[in-house]
């Protein structure tokens, strides 16, 4: 880990993950249960002046989730695009894809996940993400694409499995390997292998669904026949480049842009990134692979 990558790490997860193991040897039983939670309970960053423009030029409701408000931005009119942030993320995250979406007729629409952003809770799970998706169709109809970063791919990947209706979908720099979710997230914290194991368990006898069975590569063969854009930087260190890389080789129909220099954050900053989405939308895809190198921006 650089310094660089260490000093963006909250405190409150430095402190977890000094902590955590003494708290294995203690209390194993209490170990599992604080996994599961820890698990569930994003971090709130501060948006950023940027970021708070964007959310002043919004449009913005809510809607209710199990008991949750839920913070729904909009921009823009034309034909309805939902963009869903990833995993401690936030909305106005895209703003930098609003202007070129409006200019080509497509409506931006964004939320604040559960336990996110201006949105109510402390925890949240997928499955409450994708009820929020669900809803909005209720609003909206049929979306002219889902966008999804990091685990917003996740979330768009199992709105589609489950019927949500999409025209397009495109994935930024998405984890889709399971196995390797779980992985980080034990890292994270300094875990053991057996928290992994506990956590895996309690998910199936919390929601019947394997782990494993409601990721990207489990699901991207059983959703609809639907145009996929999968964007990747080669220099990734939150999410890795083969995570994309292992989808193209199971489905060789999608396909797969990569950068190279953005990272994990940057690469919604990125105008090239942004065109090669629009021009996915309003366009035809072609299956060849693209690499593109962009000057890095600083980070949100």
């Not at 069975?213 to 999410?239: G, N």
């Not at 890795?240 to 292992?246: G, K, L, S, T």
């Not at 090239?272 to 690499?291: L, M, R, T, W, Y």
Request: aromatic letters at 10%; charged letters at 25%; one cysteine or more.
């Amino acid at each position: 880990m650089t310094k660089k990558k260490k000093n963006n790490v909250p405190i409150a997860l430095r402190i977890i993950s000094f902590l955590f193991p003494k708290l294995e040897i203690i209390s194993p039983f209490l170990a599992n249960r604080l996994a599961v939670q820890l698990f569930h309970r994003p971090f709130r960053f501060k948006p950023t002046i940027p970021e708070k423009k964007a959310a002043e030029q919004a449009e913005k409701f809510k809607i209710k989730i199990n008991k949750k408000n839920i913070q729904v931005y909009t921009w823009g009119e034309g034909k309805p695009v939902l963009m869903v942030h990833g995993w401690s993320g936030r909305g106005t995250q895209f703003r930098k894809f609003i202007k070129p979406f409006n200019d080509h007729g497509l409506k931006v629409i964004a939320i604040d996940g559960p336990a996110h952003g201006k949105s109510e809770g402390s925890s949240a799970h997928a499955r409450e993400f994708v009820e929020t998706v669900v809803k909005l169709q209720e609003v909206y109809g049929e979306f002219e694409s889902l966008i999804g970063h990091s685990f917003g791919g996740v979330v768009n990947i199992n709105c589609v499995h489950y019927g949500v209706a999409v025209k397009k979908l495109i994935l930024i720099a998405s984890p889709t390997i399971a196995e390797d979710i779980i992985a980080d997230f034990l890292e994270k914290i300094n875990a053991s292998a057996e928290r992994g194991l506990y956590f895996k368990q309690w998910l199936f006898r919390k929601n019947g669904v394997h782990f494993e069975d409601a990721s990207i590569y489990a699901l991207a063969d059983q959703i609809p026949d639907i145009p996929i854009l999968v964007i990747h930087d080669e220099e990734d260190r939150d999410v890795p480049i083969h995570h994309a890389e292992v989808l193209k080789g199971k489905l060789p129909h999608i396909e797969l842009y990569k950068t190279k220099g953005l990272g994990h954050l940057r690469i919604l900053k990125d105008k090239a990134v942004i065109n090669k989405c629009v021009d996915f939308i309003i366009g035809e895809s072609s299956p060849e692979i693209e690499i593109q190198s962009s000057d890095a921006e600083s980070r949100f």
